[in-house]
T-cell receptor, first 113, second 113 residues
Framework: DADVTQTPRNRITKTGKRIMLECSQT?????MYWYRQDPGLGLQLIYY???????NKGEISDGYSVSRQAQAKFSLSLESAIPNQTALYFC????????????FGSGTRLTVV | ELKVEQNPLFLSMQEGKNYTIYCNYS?????LYWYRQDPGKSLESLFV?????AVKQEGRLMASLDTKARLSTLHITAAVHDLSATYFC?????????????FGKGTHLIIQP
């Protein structure tokens, strides 16, 4: 099993619908992140969490919300999806105490029509 | 605000040639990451550079870090087709309690036989 698992892998939704992307990890890392990737723009940070009680906005948090249900689970929600939220979404984890590496999930390709 | 700039953003080269991708960043950071991404796939960690003067090599790829110049390079030696991919550099932001990686826009590398 993958260390960082994202579900669903692909999703097509309609404008105005609420959608949740889920991320779970078996790394035991406290820090979790949600990134968005658009063609030609690299990855941009949406939200990050240091632990269950600590949630922080990243550079592009508008239109998104998150929930850290447990150390291992970090969900991203689009309350009312719009077409320009069509992108590839990645979840990642890190733990500075064990090194400075980041582990990325396989990504969720979201299309809003 | 931390900015990360890569150049070139697109590179087409022939097998057997050498080339260098450059990554400049705007704010103090001692942690520089290089990732590879194949189309539609997740990010594969290539190198983590943790100190000034750090140099790491893996196969035909070599990465270096100059924290005083705020510059990292990814050098490709005797390129082969299998190295065709998009390469990202990313930097940890050290200040203000922020966390997570700031990415460059990526270098789309095509290696032609």
């Amino acid at each position: 099993d993958a260390d960082v698992t994202q579900t669903p892998r692909n999703r097509i939704t309609k404008t105005g619908k609420r959608i949740m992307l889920e991320c779970s990890q078996t790394k035991g890392h406290d820090r979790m992140y949600w990134y968005r990737q658009d063609p030609g723009l690299g990855l941009q940070l949406i939200y990050y969490s240091f632990d269950v009680k600590d949630i922080n906005k990243g550079e592009i948090s508008d239109g998104y919300s998150v929930s850290r249900q447990a150390q291992a689970k970090f969900s991203l929600s689009l309350e009312s999806a719009i077409p320009n939220q069509t992108a590839l979404y990645f979840c990642a984890t890190s733990d500075p105490a064990t090194g400075y590496g980041y582990t990325f999930g396989s990504g969720t390709r979201l299309t809003v029509v | 605000e931390l900015k990360v700039e890569q150049n070139p953003l697109f590179l087409s080269m022939q097998e057997g040639k050498n080339y260098t991708i450059y990554c400049n960043y705007s704010t103090t950071s001692d942690r520089l990451y290089w990732y590879r991404q194949d189309p539609g796939k997740s990010l594969e960690s290539l190198f983590v550079l943790l100190s000034n003067g750090a140099v790491k090599q893996e196969g035909r790829l070599m990465a270096s870090l100059d924290t005083k110049a705020r510059l990292s390079t990814l050098h490709i030696t005797a390129a082969v087709h299998d190295l065709s991919a998009t390469y990202f550099c990313a930097v940890d932001f050290l200040g203000g309690g922020a966390d997570g990686l700031t990415f460059g826009k990526g270098t789309h590398l095509i290696i032609q036989p």
